[in-house]
């Protein structure tokens, strides 16, 4: 094939391939691609779990070594301090300074519907405006493959990893959701830390039609038990509303099947459905720390502060936890967060506190950061001042409504 080859032609080819295509070859499928393109390399680099690197994908023979157990040497980046880091941060195309004699490199974002991959490594003796277009509908492709087959390959899921993963972390990602989903009016996105070891922490956002659901849970405990808590409460919940059930009989789902299968466990949450046509929130709080609101780079104080119900997995005869409405404008963000965010302790005692919460975010969206960046360096702040080790489960999830974009 030549580099005249038109960009659907090649593309129609990629698609063509990856049905069958087994994970470990998606490195060549893209190099093939790149280079009909007009290029002199094209390589996937994906973001590890914590988001601290991008990392090469193994060749098929390296690939080959990692699932037979041999240790391997990948090609690390740093997403704080490399370009290509800078260009997973921004979701925006980085070129690295032209050099004598050499091909221009650039760095473009893979992004799967909202959700942030990793970045494409291109280079080519010019790397002009009608080229980089064409590496963008490439790159764009290359997210959706390592997307799809990332949930399905144990090499691409350990090529993600710096470490094992416990039990009952295994048991919690494998429940969670993608970290980031929207549409062209509504992006929520969510991170759990420890990412190796968390047990008890979980949540859940889905859309159905123009409804936005989300789900933050918090499960007593940090142990296998406290997983299976979480996975069951994810379960209930998703199965009660597909039914077409409301908020109310979730958290009663919920409720009954712990105080069944699960006794002597409860678990706090925050469950709210956002109507993303019009911006009208519900929610209930069971036990939770009350959600914040941030509107025009500033929190709403006490917006979504309403008494909590009981957490659930009590059981007995109780009221059922009040839903509670509020209209939101255009351009809020909607942050829940679990007590271990706010409760993080530094070595001396202090509080990471919900002020400091609120102004890491605030900051960062004032910066223009995009949402998943934002949670991303909030988590990192959260596990600076708890020195490098978090003593208890923290995670975030921020949702924004932005009918307007």
Not at 109 to 132: K, N, T, W
Not at 276 to 287: D, E, K, Q, S, Y
Request: glycine residues 6%; negative net charge; contains cysteine.
């Amino acid at each position: 094939m030549s580099v005249q080859d038109g960009l659907g032609e090649i593309l129609a080819d990629m698609l063509a391939a990856c049905h069958r295509l087994a994970p470990r070859e998606i490195p060549e499928l893209v190099e093939d691609a790149g280079r009909r393109l007009g290029l002199s390399q094209a390589q996937i680099y994906v973001a590890d779990v914590q988001q601290h690197h991008l990392v090469a994908l193994p060749t098929p023979a390296q690939a080959l070594e990692i699932a037979a157990g041999v240790p391997v040497e990948l090609e690390k980046l740093s997403v704080d301090t490399s370009l290509a880091g800078r260009a997973y941060r921004t979701q925006a195309v980085q070129l690295a300074a032209a050099r004598a004699r050499a091909d221009r490199v650039g760095w473009l974002p893979l992004v799967d519907g909202v959700g942030r991959v990793g970045v494409l490594r291109v280079a080519a003796p010019v790397l002009d405006e009608p080229l980089l277009k064409r590496c963008t509908a490439l790159a764009s492709l290359a997210a959706m493959i390592v997307a799809t087959k990332q949930p399905y390959s144990d090499v691409l899921a350990q090529t993600m990893r710096t470490r094992p993963m416990t039990l009952q972390a295994e048991l919690l990602w494998a429940f969670v959701p993608p970290r980031t989903i929207g549409t062209s009016v509504v992006t929520s996105t969510a991170l759990l830390e420890p990412a190796y070891e968390v047990a008890g922490d979980a949540f859940d956002h889905s859309l159905a039609g123009t409804r936005l659901h989300l789900t933050l849970l918090d499960a007593m405990g940090h142990d296998l038990a406290s997983g299976g808590c979480s996975a069951v409460a994810l379960a209930a919940c998703r199965s009660t509303r597909r039914a077409g059930a409301s908020l109310t009989d979730i958290a009663d789902q919920i409720d009954q099947t712990l105080e069944r299968w699960i006794p002597e466990r409860l678990l706090t949450c925050v469950i709210a459905d956002l109507d993303t046509a019009t911006g009208r929130l519900h929610w209930i709080n069971c036990g939770h720390p009350a959600p914040l609101l941030i509107r025009d780079h500033h929190v709403v104080p006490g917006a979504l502060h309403r008494t909590p119900h009981l957490p659930l997995g009590l059981g007995g005869s109780h009221p059922p936890p009040q839903i509670h409405t509020l209209q939101l404008q255009p351009r809020d963000r909607v942050l829940l967060f679990t007590d271990g965010v706010t409760e993080a302790r530094s070595a001396g005692g202090e509080l990471f506190g919900e002020e400091r919460l609120a102004h890491t975010i605030v900051r960062a969206m004032a910066d223009g950061l995009p949402a998943p960046e934002a949670l991303r360096r909030l988590i990192q702040q959260i596990i600076q001042h708890q020195n490098q080790h978090l003593r208890d489960d923290a995670a975030v999830l921020l949702t924004e409504w932005h009918p307007n974009r």
